[in-house]
């Protein structure tokens, strides 16, 4: 009687391992799933680098902060106003609300009129895409500072068609002809790169003519209204982290 | 008592040691026949405590279910139905069953060993 107990014992234990296998089988297959690493060494060396790189700018950005704040902490009061001032006229010079000059060139855009006797033809107008498609093209090519006749283009400057005209900063532009005076750190690479560029083309089609002129001093005017923040919020700070 | 859950842990630190996997299309299989397989190891807990508890049941019952489990999730796979999930749901719902029954089996037994006690 006892040994036939026994007996069933085993098996049931026997079942047991069985099941305790499978699951640990389970569990071992859909871990390796995620773990699946199929970088080959080169990518695998780019992300290192690209990861060292951050890690470097943060340094970077440690140790500015740090000076900055240590200057706060040595200076007077008075001192310390002045350089609050300081940082203020250089974060407006940085967002765009000063006049700023320097090496740059002027894109002039001039309407074409096309002979033509059948058809009355119509005056060339702007369009919003074709200003996007431009602005991103100089952007590209290393602009630091664009205005578009005298407005000024912030980080928070919209070019949208209203009415049938172009809007920029929500005022509407002028007709044409109109300039676009550019900043540029490299103002000769700027305008190489744009006497070569398709953006001619596209503006032709519009009966848009573009007239590039590098010039040793171009004024870009300043943001015409204060720079609303309201629904603006810090991106990169994590919970936790302010 | 203790023996087959000794056995269960043992099952689980071998399979992890042994690192053995199996490959990703055949996860579903595996998946649905360790369902069965509770659903039958909770089944015969519950049986043992009824006082009901056969041997032969128990031992057939395990390995008609997983392969009937297999089965039914290969059929599935064929025909384009996902007959997976009538097994998932049926052991489910029976595990479930077995779970309360052996928690109110359980708990009758904890209280008639208090009266017991309580008596003497």
């Not at chain 1, 009355?120 to 006749?149: C, F, H, K, M, R």
């Not at chain 2, 069965?36 to 015969?44: E, I, K, N, P, V």
């Not at chain 2, 996902?82 to 052991?91: E, H, K, M, P």
């Amino acid at each position: 009687m006892k040994n036939k107990k026994w007996n069933e014992i085993w098996v049931v234990s026997a079942v047991c391992l069985l099941v305790g296998l499978m699951i640990s089988i389970l569990y071992n297959s859909n871990q390796q799933e995620q773990a699946a690493d199929n970088r080959d060494l080169w990518e695998i060396r780019m992300s290192l680098i690209e990861e060292q790189q951050k890690q470097q700018q943060l340094y970077k950005e440690i140790e500015e902060n740090e000076r900055l704040l240590l200057q706060y902490v040595e200076q007077s009061e008075q001192e310390q106003i002045n350089s609050l001032k300081e940082s203020i006229e250089l974060l407006e010079i940085k967002a765009g609300l000063t006049e700023k000059k320097g090496p740059g060139i002027i894109i002039t855009l001039e309407p074409v009129f096309v002979d033509n006797e059948e058809e009355s033809v119509s005056y060339p107008e702007l369009n919003a895409e074709l200003l996007q498609y431009l602005i991103n093209d100089l952007n590209n090519y290393g602009a630091t500072d664009i205005a578009i006749g005298e407005q000024r283009l912030t980080n928070f400057s919209p070019i949208r068609n209203v009415n049938g005209r172009v809007y920029v900063n929500n005022d509407p532009l002028p007709d044409l002809p109109l300039s676009i005076n550019v900043l540029a750190l490299d103002h000769e690479k700027l305008h190489n790169h744009l006497m070569l560029s398709e953006i001619n083309t596209y503006f032709a089609l519009e009966r848009v003519s573009l007239t590039i002129d590098i010039q040793n001093e171009v004024t870009v005017a300043p943001y015409p209204h204060s720079i609303q923040m309201d629904g603006v919020d810090l991106a990169d700070i994590k919970d936790g982290e302010q | 008592m203790w023996f087959p859950i000794l056995f269960l842990i043992v099952g689980v630190i071998l399979g992890l040691l042994t690192n053995i996997t199996i490959p990703d299309q055949y996860s579903n299989y595996l998946s649905i026949a360790v369902l069965a397989a509770l659903d039958t190891l909770f089944g015969g807990l519950r049986a043992q405590l009824e006082n009901t508890y056969s041997h032969r049941i128990f031992l057939s019952g395990f390995f008609f279910n997983v392969s009937l489990a297999a089965f039914l999730a290969f059929l599935g796979v064929q025909l384009g139905i996902d007959l997976y999930l009538a097994a998932i749901f049926a052991f489910g719902v029976r595990l479930f069953q077995n779970l309360a029954i052996i928690r109110r089996l359980l708990l009758d037994k904890y209280a008639n060993r208090r009266k017991k006690s309580t008596t003497f």
